[in-house]
């Protein structure tokens, strides 16, 4: 991509200059937290050094600057996301809190004994435990789209599932194992067909492709900023205005309350009836830097650019006799995991942090999705914005060395 300058997104980020073992970083662990930007970096410590103050109930100086920040951040996500208000924009400590969020308040309000819950075969244990737990509580029943050998939902199965019992489909966008990106919209469409409302968890997309709340006609989203290149312990739960106003709070306490007597507690409007206790202010504010950033790139020139990248590896990795790739959907995203002959994915990637290669390795928190493939874990590189033809060839350097000594 000619208008992609690689080598000046890298220079905004300090770390991809560290060498491990005197060798240079090679970061191929994007999938579960990105590196942040010089200009992230700056606003963490921009915030403590000027705005410090707690939000929404100081009539002081810097409360009020603060408070501002922190609003113009959700009016930020709500631009990102193209949502119709900004009080839809809900922060969280991240997607795993978005997620149990909407199981527990959407659950008490609108599933009952008898009803069900869809998911896939591919979730992450983020979303798919709490939909378990509240299973298990209220007497509903999870039923499960399966997958084909390649990843990809079996959307005719999906189909058979859909009923006037299901109350709720959850599913990834992208798959965070796999890189299998899902067929989102007619995933949508055919739950609105019976009226179900359709939970995103977009925590390996939003990074990845340009999302609209509204075009998408989703409603709930769930994404973590430390997987978007900002700041750790900080998310968001988008959700339709109509669902969010009848679900009862998350949680209880400061924040979240209109008026409190002993006798009766009336509760906050959106967004703040599901955001009890100081929030991460910090998180928040930093996290409009994360936005900016990625707007400044420009999320289709990411996608584009990523895209070239992981058809780059795709065939360097097949040149590989030894090498199996698990997750083969047409339609994939700055996922790639592999396997090589019968080693163990660890025995890979300790060789490869060896040669200052970051890869993850294991079940990737999907279980189920590893059992239904009938393998223990796999290795998993993932691509970020910063991710270059020579990381990838330096990768498939280190794989080939390790499998001559796994495998002699
Ligand atoms: N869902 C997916 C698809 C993920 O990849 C992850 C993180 N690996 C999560 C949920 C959980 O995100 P977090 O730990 O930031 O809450």
Not at 99 to 116: M, R
Not at 257 to 271: A, G, H, Q, S
Not at 382 to 395: E, H, N, R
Request: glycine content about 6%; hydrophobic content about 40%; charged content about 20%.
């Amino acid at each position: 991509m000619a208008h992609y300058d690689i080598q000046r997104i890298r220079n905004d980020f300090p770390i991809l200059a560290a060498t491990i073992y005197d060798k240079p970083l090679i970061y191929l662990d994007n999938g579960a937290t990105t590196q942040k930007p010089q200009s992230v970096i700056d606003a963490i410590s921009q915030y403590y050094s000027t705005l410090n103050s707690n939000v929404h109930r100081g009539v002081h100086y810097l409360s009020q600057r603060a408070t501002d920040a922190f609003e113009a951040s959700r009016k930020k996500l709500q631009v990102f996301l193209n949502s119709l208000h900004d009080h839809e924009i809900i922060f969280t400590r991240g997607t795993t809190e978005s997620i149990n969020l909407v199981a527990a308040c959407y659950g008490k309000a609108f599933v009952n004994a008898g009803d069900e819950i869809i998911i896939s075969a591919l979730e992450h244990h983020s979303n798919m435990v709490p939909w378990q737990m509240l299973c298990e509580d209220i007497g509903a029943t999870l039923k499960i789209i399966p997958i084909t050998d390649a990843g990809e939902l079996d959307m005719d199965a999906f189909r058979l599932l859909l009923n006037d019992r299901v109350k709720l489909v959850a599913v990834a966008y992208i798959s965070n194992s796999l890189g299998t990106i899902n067929p989102v919209r007619e995933i949508i469409k055919l739950a609105h067909g019976y009226d179900i409302p359709v939970l995103l968890d977009a925590a390996q997309a939003v990074q990845h492709v340009p999302i609209d709340v509204q075009e998408l006609d989703v409603d709930f989203l769930a994404f973590s900023g430390h997987k978007m290149y900002g700041p750790t312990g900080i998310g968001v739960l988008y959700g339709k205005e109509k669902w969010l106003n009848k679900m009862p709070p998350y949680q209880g306490g400061g924040e979240m309350i209109k008026r409190v007597t002993f006798e009766k507690t009336t509760y906050n409007e959106l967004p703040f009836k599901f955001e009890a206790g100081t929030p991460n202010i910090e998180g928040v504010i930093c996290l409009s830097a994360a936005v900016d950033y990625l707007n400044d790139i420009g999320l289709a020139n990411i996608y584009t650019y990523e895209h070239e990248l992981l058809e780059y590896a795709t065939n360097a990795l097949l040149d590989i006799p030894e090498l199996r790739l698990v997750g083969t959907a047409t339609e994939k995203s700055s996922v790639i995991s592999f396997l090589i002959g019968n080693v163990h994915p660890y025995d890979v990637g300790v060789i490869l942090d060896k040669l200052g290669i970051a890869v993850r390795t294991g079940h990737h928190c999907t279980e189920p999705l590893m059992d239904r493939l009938c393998i223990p874990g796999t290795v998993r590189a993932s691509l970020a914005l910063y991710t270059t033809v020579d990381d990838i060839d330096t990768l498939v350097e280190g794989i080939k060395k390790a499998a001559s000594m796994l495998l002699a």
